[in-house]
């Protein structure tokens, strides 16, 4: 912004409080040049401003503070602006003018922030003859000592005004011969001095608090850390004679356990070393590295030794990228210091340690020595990896697991170069591993993976052999390497594969073979699985191999067919292993700029090109192969063979894909007549017959593979495959394969050539998918819809009349049930709007069903949008109701792009569709509401807000669909738009109580929050509603949503319809184990023990058990002497005449599967049950055999006991209780049956009896009550 700008900005826009005394000023200035008739230059206006600053500003003080901010900041405004010279000869005048402003102890942030800009803009062009004078006298070390001072002060934003003005000068040296700028010195002295005292202040603080780690000076000492960080950062680096003395003090401060200073020195030590990796302060890098490394703490220091590391890791890190050579030179020697401290007792210094020489060997190791070694480099590499084998003794045990992480990334480092580098190293954790007490495997792994990876597996299986299938004496086998070959395998050599895994797999399988149809021994599955593990290695083999053009040749290929045809457990890894080869060196051939072989893997792009050469000489018999495959592989299970196919077609030559293609078309038409008709009844047959493991027909399997074919088919080959696919769409009688003829269209627009045969047929495949309209099939509508998007997309402006002819058939789409589909439907209404926007002419006489004489119209919106508008005309309530969705859907796009009367048209037209009875059609012009109201302008709506919530509120009324909620969320939104008075004055009267109950919800939101926020509780953040598009947000969001802790209806349907989805997407999952044995997921029956509900603890059942006892009749007995248990109490008789059965502390009758402790009884778990099924509160069936369950509160639940009920009450109770059983068995309706441990009676059925409720665990008042005996 130009300083004209910048003056206009604050002369027409006073609106800031602090701007307004800006403004006056100026004004006064240019009043003042008005008279004297100065022009308005930024000289004019300096001089203005200099001789208004000395009456502002005195040697005695500030007399008006904020004229004197107001200069100062105008000041600062115009300074950089101002010739240098004239800066130069007024330097004294000017420092003395603002001296007052920056030493004034009542100075302001804001007069502060202002004096410094002005001062930096005069220090910056000041000469090396004005940095030479002292700082006594008025010069410009005396103002940068200033501001040294300033840069430490307690207010932020002075702070860091005054830390960037002096970064800016001291990056702004004046020409000399020195590196650094003149005040470098003075500034890093003065820093320094301010780091070390703020330091002592500190110390001596913590040590009057007895060692705690109080605040005391921190923030000071955090302060003058961002000053020294600020000087090393300027002035190429810090000042070379000062390093050593600042090396010593940032380790001291790093080991505070205060992280925020740890944290701060580092970035001091980062700031450093970056600023030494220009070449012009790079001579000083080799100094700061040798007095860092004189600085090495103590070997047992925990604190200091770790700070040190890091900072000795990223000075060599910084060294390698000024001296590559140089530094790969020192490589073993400060790998053996930093390797020393691996033996420390200290975990964080084992850490530290390696993580510096992982740094080391990732950063200290060019490329250049990766791909062509000297003799010199190779003894250095040779060193390191001594020192590296030496690691893995027993002397550094304590650390081998850092070790290992060193040892992975020096594999990964040295590529293929560990080969012989660290074959000792690979025979070292080879032995540790197959030790069966080593706790290390998993890292152990990892390693041998990574040098699998980096050596290659011939020369790690040299090492390390697989010992299969029987390992020799006193060797052990490894068959736990065969996952690590398939995870880490690339970039190998294939001949390998063919040598040694072939011939093992050969070997396991036929003894496999050999065993017959006999029932598998357990020896036979691992040799299954081993066989299957030894394939899943070929991916890797064949991703960028070496050797591909010797080893993969016509013996290979067969091999590969035949097993492809004859095992179908490793059709994957075969596919995944073809296709690798091809895709693997088309990344090489595709790669842009230079190459860089260590990361194309050695691989040139001139070799890359060969292989793919190679390759494609046996593409075409590969290509027959996997077609003949496809078709015998279900459906479930071609993804990888297609994608297998998709990479051959990439490169086989053309003569031999027009050979393929006409092939396989061939084919296609001989079986579209023994198919038959495949409509979605036989379909739906087909999934009830078990379809999963049924072969789709003929035709539709080579229809998939046309399609894959048609995007590398040549130019002249496309009316074949045009006269193929409209003979497809036009088949009524096969959904499927009409289906995917669809899809032949947006397949061709993925290709250059077949985008350009859709535009030269443009008009050919518009009258195909219009003539072809009445005969589409449900399950073809979203690809029907995505070819339409396709032809729409190249469309010429001269046939423009295809919109409005295809327009019905879209916006009836828009109600498809499908999803794909409606939203195929939208995205297509879009792109018609915006071809109709780029203009053209629309000849109306060839849509079809327009009359001969109807005129061409002009393209554009408005004429979409009355297109569009006409269906709302329908006979139809469903075709109006489509429409209004499609109107909606572009009106949210559109709104801004049309004029307002349209729109106001629009409204008036939902107006009266919004009195409509017809819910399909309200419900439509809801969520045209909704986006009326979250996307037009409040001037539209404000007008029509009584009319519209008049309307409106009738729904509210409405539960069927959701409409109530829907009203709802719509109001939500005009209240956050219009605010809630205006909503509640719009509303009828008898409707505000809505209204009332939102205002109501958000203020109990709000004081929840504010209370929460109070009591310093963190809320939980409800995870944002996530919508396909932004048209979905506006129509389905509400204010409930975006929200915290809404409780408004609509929640409650939301929870529910996110339990059912969770439901059925698979919610958790709990593994149900044994307390004594763990699950053994390996066994057959894992899956029983696998449930999708919590399993409950199970209920504790006594030991010993004691058989149920009969009579006679067969009824069971209670109590007494049992066969199985002798010592049983013997029944004892009772008042009454009534045999006591074996009671607990409570007198309950208890059964042998009851735990004494438990409170439920037989008895009472029977009548509970009764009461269940046939008591008052049992469900009871409506119409159409839906269950209702009565709310109604009883009189006496609360009650713990219960007298039988007097006539009218008993009754009463009869009457309400859907069944005739009363629980004690009173004078009502008598219970066909006794209860348990009731004698039988002759005679008096009209026995008062009193019933004890028990106390049940199921809840107070249910469960069966306690037999008291006759009163």
Known sequence: MSLEDRLAKIRDSPKLQSQQQTAVVLSAVEDTLRQQRSESTPTAYFAALLSLLGRQITSQGITHKDTAGAVIYLLDLVTPHVPAPLLRSKFSEILSGLAPALTHPDAEAPLLRSSIGCLESLLIVQDARAWELPQTQISPRRAVAGLLQIAIDQRPKVRKRAQEGLAKVLAHAPPSPSLDHPAADMCAETALKMLRDTAEATVKTKKHKGGKDGPGNEPSLIHALHLIKTVATASGGWPSRKIDVLCELLLNISRSSNEYLTMAAFEIFEVIFTGMADEISSAKLPRLLEVISELQPSKNDSQLLPPWIAVISRGYEVSAQIEPDDTFAKLPDVFKMVSTFLTSPSHNIRVSASECLISFVVNLIPDSIILEPSVYDEKILEKVGKISTELLSVKYQVAWMEVFSMLSAMFEALRWRSDPILRPVVRAIGELRSNESFAGKKEADVVIARAISAMGPDAVLEILPLNLPRPPPGQTGRVWMLPLLRDSVHNTKLAHFRSEMVPLSEVLYQRVVNHGTKEKTMEIKVFETVVQQIWSTLPGYCDLPLDLTEAFDQ?????????????????????????????????????????????????????????????????????????????????????????????????????????????????????????????????????????????????????????????????????????????????????????????LIPRLAESEIGRAALLERNGDLQQLLLGSADKASAPARRDRLAAMSQILEYLPPSDLHFIPAILSEVVISAKEVNEKAREAAYGLLVAMGEKMAEGGTVVQTKVPGMPADAPSVEASLEEYFTMVSAGLAATTPHMISASITAVTRIMYEFHARISKETIQNLLELMDMFLQNPNREIVRSVLGFVKVEVVSLPESLITPRLNTLLSNLMVWSHEHKAHFKLKVKHIVERMIRKFGIEAVERACPPEDRKLITNIRKTREQRKKKKANAEENGEVQKEKPKNKFESEYDQAVYGSESEDSEGADSEDDFVKS????????????????????????????????????????????????????????????????????????????????????????????????????????????????????????????????????????????????????????????????????????????????????????????????????????????????????????
């Not at 890894?573 to 091809?582: E, F, S």
């Not at 047959?685 to 999963?692: A, G, V």
């Not at 995007?711 to 995917?740: H, V, W």
């Open 1056 to 1271: 529910q319809a996110r339990e059912r989805n969770g439901k059925a997407k698979g919610g958790e999952t709990y593994i149900v184990e044994d307390e004594d044995e763990p699950l053994d997921l390996l066994s057959k029956r894992a899956l029983g023990n696998i449930s999708s509900t919590k399993p409950l603890r199970a209920r504790k059942v006594p030991q010993k058990r004691t058989k149920a006892r009969t009579d006679e009749d067969g009824k069971l007995i209670l109590g007494g002497p049992d066969s199985d248990d002798e010592a049983a109490p013997a029944p004892t008789r009772k008042k009454g005449g009534k045999k006591s059965v074996a009671n607990d502390d409570d007198g309950d009758t208890l059964m042998d599967v009851d735990d004494p402790d438990d409170g439920t009884t037989l008895e009472a778990g029977i009548n509970a049950y009764v009461d269940a099924i046939r008591g008052r509160d049992a469900p009871q069936r409506g119409q159409k055999g839906k269950l209702k369950f009565s709310n109604k509160k009883q009189r006496d639940d609360d009650d713990d006991q219960m007298d039988v009920d007097s006539g009218d009450e008993k009754q009463a109770r009869k009457s309400k209780s859907g069944s005739g059983l009363t629980r004690g068995g009173g004078n009502g309706f008598k219970s066909q049956r006794k209860g348990l441990g009731v004698q039988k009676t002759r005679g008096g059925t009209g026995v008062r009896s009193r019933v004890e409720k028990s106390k049940s665990p199921r809840g107070k008042g249910r469960g069966g009550g306690k037999w008291m005996g006759p009163k």
């Open 555 to 743: 013996s290979f290929a067969e091999m590969l067919a035949n097993l492809l045809y004859g095992q179908a457990d490793l059709r994957t890894d075969l596919c995944r292993g073809l296709q690798n080869l091809v895709d693997s060196n088309k990344a090489i051939v595709e790669l842009e700029g230079e190459e860089d072989l260590v990361a194309q893997a050695r691989v040139s792009k001139a070799d890359a090109k060969k292989n793919l050469d190679h390759l494609a000489s046996f593409a075409g018999n590969m290509l027959a192969v996997l077609f003949n495959v496809y078709s015998q592989t279900l459906p479930q299970y071609r993804g990888t063979i297609l994608r297998t196919i998709n990479a051959y077609l990439s490169i086989v030559p053309e003569k031999e894909l027009m050979e393929t293609f006409e092939r396989v078309a061939t084919n296609l038409e001989a079986s579209i007549p023994e198919a038959g008709p495949q409509t979605q009844a036989d379909k739906q047959k087909q999934k009830q017959d078990k379809s999963q493991s049924k072969m789709p027909p003929m035709s539709h399997t080579l229809m998939d593979l046309v399609i894959t074919i048609s995007l590398y088919l040549p130019r002249e080959s496309f009316p074949g495959l045009f006269r193929m696919a409209s003979t497809m769409i036009n088949k009524e009688d096969d959904p499927q394969l009409q289906k995917k003829a669809y899809k």
